[in-house]
């Protein structure tokens, strides 16, 4: 399988407030997990992301927590701004003939309010 | 330039017609992208570039799609005799090559309407 399930669809948090992002994998072969961000009228731009032999990884108020066992893996937004609020999506992918072939989750709207 | 460019940002057809997307890709960058993001949808991928190897064509909806890369360069996504449900935003995408980097770099990407 190659689906990667996100949620919530959608988040509204408080300015100085932490956002809490999951996804969930299935394909064990997945190697990478990077998360995007979008904003309106523009393409995703790669936020931060992680490989399976690291638990966390942290960039700034951004923080990626892997399990491998469990194949999930989420972002957390510390002391979240409104200048924050987009829409974000987790993604994974694998080697091989499809090397570096993104499979995306469905996206999160985030908005944080002032 | 220094990012991806894609044209036209904005589309509309009519249903029935011939459209060409175009992708620029960042000067040096050995593999392209098309993506397709519906509305409230995640990114689904149509098909993927990589230098003079074979592209990989497994995520085209139908054979109505198709794409070329001239030269390992320019980007061309045609969809023949558009459909409603093709209406979308087509995202080229493109990033250097070698395992250690893995990012992709976005065009902006061209907004897909038939009517």
């Known amino acids: 399988q190659q689906q990667v399930k996100q949620s919530p669809q959608s988040l509204i948090v408080q300015k100085g407030g932490i956002s809490i992002i999951n996804c969930a994998y299935e394909n064990t072969a997945f190697d990478y997990f990077p998360w995007y961000q979008q904003f309106p009228g523009k393409g995703p731009a790669l936020l931060i992301a992680i490989r399976p032999d690291v638990s966390e990884k942290k960039e700034g108020r951004f923080t990626i927590s892997f399990n491998k066992s469990a194949k999930q893996f989420s972002l957390h937004i510390m002391d979240s701004q409104p200048g924050d609020s987009a829409t974000y999506f987790c993604?994974?992918?694998?080697?091989?003939?499809?090397?570096?072939?993104?499979?995306f989750g469905q996206g999160t709207i985030l908005t944080v309010h002032p | 330039g220094a990012g991806v460019s894609q044209s036209p940002s904005n589309k509309v057809t009519e249903k029935g017609k011939d459209v060409e997307l175009r992708c620029d890709p960042i000067s040096g960058h050995t593999a392209l992208y098309w993506y397709r993001q519906s509305l409230g949808q995640g990114l689904e991928f149509l098909i993927y570039f990589q230098g003079n190897s074979a592209p990989d064509k497994s995520g085209l909806p139908s054979d109505r799609f198709s794409a070329e890369r001239t030269g390992g360069s320019v980007s061309t996504l045609t969809i023949q005799r558009t459909q409603q449900e093709d209406s979308a935003v087509y995202l080229c995408?493109?990033?250097?090559?070698?395992?250690?980097?893995?990012?992709?770099?976005f065009g902006s990407g061209t907004r897909l309407t038939v009517v």
């Open positions: 995408a493109s990033r250097p090559r070698g395992p250690s980097d893995y990012g992709y770099t």
């Open positions: 993604a994974a992918s694998t080697g091989g003939t499809s090397y570096g072939k993104l499979t």
